[in-house]
Every structure is written in structure tokens, then in C-alpha cells.
């Protein structure tokens, strides 16, 4: 068996038979001979994860005839074929979070010279008969004429130039090199064309030139009917999916991407009911897929592509198929995998220990059905449960949190540990809270919000109902957990809950006592912890999945999910810039407690103080020198806004920028001359979350109150106050800036819509018309909450 090997400055070769050990004495140049056994290419390992792809250095992108056709199969589809290809050819990607840059091997194998030649063909003799009728018949009117069935090897012989030509004018446009390379079957199997194309391949990649590889289809024989993928040592090129793999394995590519007509491999036929697209794929799960019709174009179909894959897989390239036929994103569908997005089916080896996050999503949203449907009794009992575990189970919870706290402290900032932080009491207040969230869910969900007599015997109600599945992503703040928890069961929704990796063992016993409360109403699934290294972008894009996402973490968490997720709401808000405004009237007492609590009892909070507003008429009087006493004494930070800066001599460091959110012991501080200025300056600067005035003046407090637009306004009090807990909600899965559904610290009543019930009794739409025998009548009903029905007992099977 003759087998080479590549180095990237010689090249190796072999010649071994069964039962012998003398070397074959064959002369190629530059040429050490060597021993060795199976593939062309050691086997390696495949990425385990879609993560682990931004590290693949040498990538074969496959452009089926799908792609690159046009639905005519008369021509190619230029736009796709330049955004699939000229796109992707970018040689520098960034690949890490250092923002290096790593050069990317590209070879691409593409189908489309038959497509070209028949168009070309067809025009051939479409003209031929043209001019042969205009010469008979003596005038230039063409009659029907009837275009042939073409050979496709007699297409394939007259597109390879012109399919050619495209390429290559395309990428000169980007001062890239391509070259064109013809296979068949037989390259791969006669040992010397293999090696002689392994070296052109190797010699063009080390040029930084592009090949362009297809099959030679003017030559090929027609695919033999039985000659399949047949293990890892015999493959049959039948077709361009399973050229694609050869020539990855061959080359030993870390990455074939095959780009299909679909968005990727699906459980069942694309466009059937109930067809699912499948995120990973591994081998063993061939017997679950139900596999469609063939291509439209080409020889191939998502069965040959599925075998290829897994043939390339074994030989230790990992595979992607993907969608490449939308003019617009097929480019970024190629950058997207090779950055190890959500895209397509990725081929992977290993199976995760748990389920995928698709399978918890869909868990929870079962359990999350049987949990609406408890008694609201039911649904509370959870709740204290979980309440009096997080006190039973303290020092458990503790000790795990000190875990991530020690793996934190070594490279976390302070803000940071604040929030990964838990104790005794914060614990204690958990508790209390989800005990207030267990009194308010007895008339949470099914309550009547509005009754209407629609007709005689016709009645409309309005009533509460879960919202269905919430993506709840928090960073270090495993108290989010049980809170967030809590207001799910009490509202009857399922939680996937996707935590920061700085709080893994505190949110992993968090979890487990959460659902031990679940369970004792056999509904421990409602609430999923996704512990999988799934990116948040990722889970952002299961819209037909999740109903709500509700970020919990810094402005950029929340900026980058709000632009990731574009078919789901977001609840949430993007920057917590806090403004106090000491009015010229304020009360010395009032303004300097206000003021300590608002930026000192707990700077990382999102409600916390981050910019004082002080009126010009108190610069200079003993208050605002107190003021800055209190400051100094509490260690805090102050950068000097461009106004305040302008009245000293000596400032503090003057602010960068005054949308400014330092969530620590910092803040800004700006002079105003009037209350109107304040708030103008708050719209321009603020970020809507929660502003406060301090004044004693009562005409001056109710204006700022009327007319400043934040979620949360107040008078004489500190803005660590804009939180569910001291509003009486229990607790808050945030605090929203949005201008519908909820505003402000959202509770329970933020987790719930509405559905419209009517009872009738064979109404029909007809009955209401000018010849219809009734009226409306439309008279608002008192409202009245249904009885509490009786608790069933419920089975232990």
C-alpha cells in the first residue's frame, strides 16, 4: 500500500506490502522514505465543540449545485456564489479575544460547470436554430423551436472555462490567486496521481492561493450504483459531498463546511410538520433521521452529505452543513461557524453527559404546563419550601459560594465580588422575599382583569396567564436564582436560566434545591439551570422556543442580548445612570443621608447613585461642603462634570463622559442652575432607571416627579429604593426601562399576560348582521375570581 505523508518543507513516501518490510525504491523528489500505515493523514481528533472550531487553521468550504445554481439549472446564481466565496476567502480571522489574527487555509470544492455548460449549450443552439430559420424562411420571425436533452458531460467539458472564469474574476477583485484543480475517482486510487495532487495542493496552500476543486465530470464515469462510503479507508467519488471529505481527510483539514439549500440536517423532511433542525449531530443517530427527495440539482441529496460527513468525521475532521443559498448572510454563515456559532448541524464524536440546551428548553416547557395548571395553593407551597431550604441548607450554600469566591478573587474586580457575594443575611432576605412572592401567587395566575355581557348568553372575560418559557441570563449574581425562580413558579412559567461561570457551584446548589421544592409537586423539570457551554448569542436565537429573555448583568449583557435576539422580547433595561438632584431648598440631613445611601450602600447595584446634580445656589454653603466631606470620608471617587470643573481651581479628574455608569465607589458630580435644567440634563444623560430630588419645596418635588421620564421617580428618598423587595413585590427578575408590558422593577405582574375567554351558546358571527336576530349589548360585568376548586390528590405514579 503506497501512502505519503507531508511535512510543510518535504514530502514523505511509502511503498509497504503485506508481509514485507523491504521500501519501494521509487525516486520522487525531495522525498525521505518512511514507514507508516492507513490514511494520508494521521488520524487526529475532531472538535468536540462548536467553540473549538475558532481554532481550525485549514477549511474546505463545499458549494453544492444547490448553491451555485440557479432554480433553472440553466446558469449559476452569481450573487450567492460571490458572497459564498469572495467573502469567505478573507485570509485574516479573528480568532481569539485577544483580537490576534490566525491565517486560514481555503480550499474550495464546487459544483456548477454542467449548470454553466447547459446555459452556454442552450444559447448555442438556440442561436444556431435562430439564424438557420431566419435563413430558410427568409425573415428574422423564429418559430418554436425544441432545445435537446444535453449530456451533462458534454456540459461539464464546455462550462469548466467559463465556471472558471467567474471564479477567478472574482477574487482578482480581492488580489487573490485561484487556480483551478480537475479530479476523479481514480486520482485517489492510483497512488501516484494522489501524491502528485496532495503536492499541488500543499505547494498552492503555501502560496496563499485558493484551489478551486471539482470533479472532472467531462471525463467521469457515471456513479456506480452499490459503490458507497464504506468505512474510513475506502470512500467512493461519486459526487462533490463525498469528493469534499476525501480531500479534507486527505488534506487533513480541521473544518468542512458543506453548504446546502437548507438551513442544515433535520430529524425529518424539511417542510413537514414537526421537522426539526438538528444543532449535533453524532454517529449512531443515522436510524432517527428520515431523510427527503434529492437534490433538485446535482447527483448528491442531505443522506450522500450525511455520509460524507461522518466519513470525514471518523478520519478526524469536523464537520459543518449549513445553509449557503441567501444572497445576504451565506458570506457571515461561513465567518459565523468558523467563529463557532449556533449555525447549522455541527458533526461531533463526543456526546455531552446532559441534555442539549434545545432538550432542556423543550423539558421545561412541559413541566412548565403541568406547573400552571396547579392551584395556586400548590404553586406556593414550592415557594416556601424553597424559601426554608435556602435557610436549612445555608452553611451547603455557603461553602459552595466561598468556592467561586476564592476561584474569583484571584483575577475579579471588586464590583464583581459584590454581587458573587453571599452571607447569612442576604440569604435571610432571600427568604423573606420568596415568601412574600408565595402570599402574592394565590391570585397570580386565572385571575379576572374584565368581564363583558358580549350578547344574551354571551360573556367575555380577560384573564391572567403565564407567559411560557423564560431565558433569565444573569452574570455573578447567583441571589438571581431563587429569585428569579420563585416569580417563575408563582406566574406558572418554565425558567432556563443561563448563569455566569464565576457563580458555577453556588448556581449548581441553588438549582438543586430548587427543583427538590419542584418535586414535591412532580414538576421538578419547570425550572433548567444551562450549564453548557452554550454562547449567550446562541440561545438568543430560539425563538420559536422562548418567549421572554430577561438579562440580569452589565449594560453590555444586556446591549449585546437586546441586538442578538431578534424574534424575542427583551425585558430589561441597558444602563443604570442614577441621578440625585440636590435642590437649592434641600434639607442638609436629608440630601447628605440620601446621598451616602444612593452610592454607598452598595455601589455595583444597578439603582445606585452615579451622577450628583447640585444646585449652583448650594456650591460653596456649608451643605454641599458636608457633602463632599461624607464623599471623602466614604472613599469615593469624584469626577468633576464640566460645569462643576469650571467653578474650581483645583478640581477633581474632569468626566469623561457624562453617561457614565462606574458601578463602584465613583460618581460624577454637575452643577445646575434650576430643577428644569436638572431634568433636561437626566433625559440627555440618563438612562430612564431611577432619579431623585431632594428638596423641601413640595411645588418643585411634584413638578420633577410629573415631568421627568424614568421608570422610577422620587422625592426625599434613596434610589436604592427602586427594588421589588422594598416595593412589596417579593422580589424582581429586573428592573425594566421599556415603555410596554412592565416598567420598573418587574415582579410577578411583569411575568404575566393575558388570554381572552368567551362562553356562548352557538353564537355565530351571522346571528349579528342586519338580518340576524340578535343584539349587542356589550355591558361592563362586576368582577368576581372564581372559587378555589379542590385540590385533587395527586398520584405518585
Not at 395553593?377 to 424559601?387: F, M, T
Request: hydrophobic share 40%.
Amino acid at each position: 500500500m503506497l501512502m505519503w505523508q507531508f511535512a510543510p518543507s518535504q514530502y514523505r513516501f511509502l511503498s509497504i506490502s503485506p508481509g514485507s518490510t523491504s521500501d519501494s525504491h521509487y525516486k520522487a523528489p525531495n522525498c525521505v522514505f518512511f514507514l507508516t500505515v492507513g490514511l494520508a493523514r494521521a488520524k487526529s481528533n475532531s472538535f468536540t465543540h462548536r467553540g473549538e472550531l475558532r481554532k481550525a487553521k485549514r477549511i474546505v468550504v463545499k458549494l453544492g449545485s444547490a448553491v451555485v445554481t440557479r432554480g433553472d439549472e440553466c446558469g449559476l446564481a452569481l450573487g450567492r456564489c460571490l458572497e459564498a466565496c469572495v467573502f469567505n476567502n478573507c485570509l485574516l480571522i479573528v480568532v481569539d479575544s485577544l483580537l490576534q489574527e490566525y491565517l486560514k487555509e481555503m480550499m474550495i470544492v464546487t459544483s456548477g460547470a454542467v449548470a454553466f455548460g447547459k446555459q452556454r449549450l442552450r444559447h448555442e443552439i438556440l442561436l444556431s436554430q435562430s439564424v438557420r430559420q431566419a435563413l430558410h424562411s427568409g425573415q428574422n420571425q423564429i418559430k418554436d423551436m425544441s432545445v435537446p436533452v444535453f449530456e451533462a458531460r458534454a456540459c461539464a467539458a464546455a462550462g469548466q472555462s467559463g465556471l472558471m472564469a467567474l471564479y477567478e474574476a472574482m477574487f482578482t477583485q480581492y488580489s487573490t490567486c485561484t487556480a483551478q484543480v480537475l479530479v476523479t475517482n481514480l486520482d485517489f486510487h492510483d497512488d501516484q496521481k494522489r501524491w502528485n495532487l496532495n503536492s499541488t495542493l500543499q505547494e498552492l496552500l503555501r502560496m496563499n492561493i485558493v484551489p478551486i476543486i471539482n470533479t472532472n465530470d467531462a471525463v467521469v464515469p457515471p456513479p456506480e450504483p452499490n459503490s458507497d462510503l464504506q468505512g474510513v479507508n475506502v470512500i467512493s467519488i461519486k459526487d462533490n459531498d463525498s469528493l469534499a471529505a476525501r480531500l479534507a481527510v486527505e488534506m487533513k483539514a480541521d473544518l468542512l463546511i458543506a453548504l446546502s439549500d437548507v438551513e442544515g440536517l433535520y430529524d425529518s423532511p424539511p417542510g413537514t410538520d414537526d421537522a426539526k433542525l438538528i444543532d449535533i449531530f453524532y454517529p449512531g443517530d443515522q436510524l432517527s433521521i428520515t431523510y427527503g427527495t434529492k437534490s433538485r440539482v446535482g447527483i448528491g441529496g442531505m443522506e450522500a452529505k450525511v455520509k460524507a460527513a461522518l466519513w470525514a468525521l471518523q478520519g478526524g475532521t469536523s464537520v459543518v452543513i449549513a445553509n449557503g443559498t441567501h444572497p445576504k448572510v451565506t458570506g457571515h454563515v461561513i465567518t459565523d461557524i468558523v467563529e463557532g456559532k449556533k449555525v447549522g448541524t455541527f458533526f461531533s464524536e463526543v456526546k455531552p453527559a446532559g441534555p442539549t440546551v434545545e432538550q432542556q428548553t423543550e423539558m421545561a416547557r412541559n413541566s412548565g404546563r403541568t406547573l400552571a395548571a396547579l392551584h395556586p395553593e400548590q404553586r406556593g407551597e414550592i415557594i416556601r419550601h424553597l424559601a426554608n431550604l435556602l435557610v436549612e441548607k445555608k452553611e451547603e450554600i455557603l461553602a459552595a459560594n466561598k468556592m467561586d469566591m476564592d476561584i474569583a478573587g484571584v483575577v475579579a474586580f471588586k464590583p464583581l465580588l459584590n454581587r458573587l457575594s453571599l452571607s447569612p443575611a442576604k440569604l435571610n432576605s432571600l427568604a423573606i422575599g420568596l415568601r412574600q412572592i408565595a402570599l402574592a401567587s394565590r391570585d397570580s395566575v386565572g385571575r379576572v382583569l374584565r368581564r363583558t355581557r358580549v350578547a344574551h348568553n354571551l360573556e367575555l372575560e380577560q384573564i391572567t396567564v403565564p407567559i411560557g418559557v423564560l431565558l433569565v441570563i444573569f452574570e455573578a449574581r447567583p441571589d438571581c436564582l431563587p429569585q428569579v425562580s420563585a416569580l417563575a413558579i408563582a406566574s406558572g412559567n418554565a425558567l432556563l436560566a443561563k448563569g455566569g461561570k464565576e457563580a458555577a457551584n453556588t448556581n449548581r446548589i441553588l438549582l438543586e434545591l430548587t427543583q427538590e421544592a419542584l418535586d414535591i409537586h412532580w414538576v421538578k423539570e419547570a425550572v433548567q439551570l444551562v450549564s453548557t457551554r452554550e454562547e449567550v448569542e446562541d440561545l438568543c436565537r430560539l425563538d420559536e422556543m422562548i418567549d421572554l429573555i430577561i438579562p440580569r448583568g452589565s449594560s453590555q449583557l444586556v446591549k449585546n442580548i437586546q441586538s442578538a435576539a431578534k424574534g424575542i422580547p427583551v425585558l430589561g433595561h441597558s444602563e443604570g445612570i442614577c441621578h440625585v438632584y440636590i435642590d437649592s431648598e434641600a434639607a442638609i440631613d436629608k440630601a447628605i443621608k440620601i446621598v451616602r445611601d444612593s452610592k454607598c450602600d452598595y455601589p455595583a447595584a444597578c439603582n445606585a447613585m452615579e451622577t450628583l446634580l447640585v444646585h449652583r445656589d448650594i456650591l460653596r454653603t456649608p451643605l454641599f461642603d458636608q457633602i463632599i466631606d461624607m464623599l471623602r470620608t466614604e472613599q469615593v471617587k469624584i469626577h468633576a462634570g464640566p460645569r462643576f470643573a469650571s467653578n474650581l481651581t483645583f478640581s477633581p479628574s474632569e468626566v469623561k463622559s457624562l453617561r457614565t455608569e462606574y458601578g463602584d465607589l465613583e460618581c460624577c458630580i454637575e452643577v445646575v442652575d434650576s430643577m428644569q435644567e436638572a431634568i433636561d440634563h437626566i433625559h440627555r444623560y440618563g438612562s430612564s432607571h431611577t432619579d431623585v430630588i431632594v428638596t423641601e419645596n413640595e411645588d418643585t418635588a411634584e413638578r420633577f416627579l410629573q415631568q421627568l421620564d424614568s421608570a422610577c421617580v422620587f422625592w426625599n428618598v434613596s434610589s436604592r429604593f427602586a427594588d421589588g423587595y422594598r416595593f412589596g413585590l417579593g422580589a424582581e427578575v429586573g428592573i425594566s426601562t421599556a415603555r410596554i408590558h412592565a416598567r420598573g422593577p418587574v415582579g410577578l405582574e411583569g411575568l404575566l399576560t393575558t388570554k381572552w375567554v368567551l362562553r356562548g351558546d352557538g353564537h355565530t358571527a351571522a346571528d349579528f348582521s342586519e338580518q340576524g336576530t340578535m343584539e349587542y349589548l356589550h355591558e361592563n360585568l362586576p368582577v368576581t375570581q372564581p372559587q378555589p376548586r379542590q385540590i385533587a390528590a395527586q398520584s405518585e405514579e
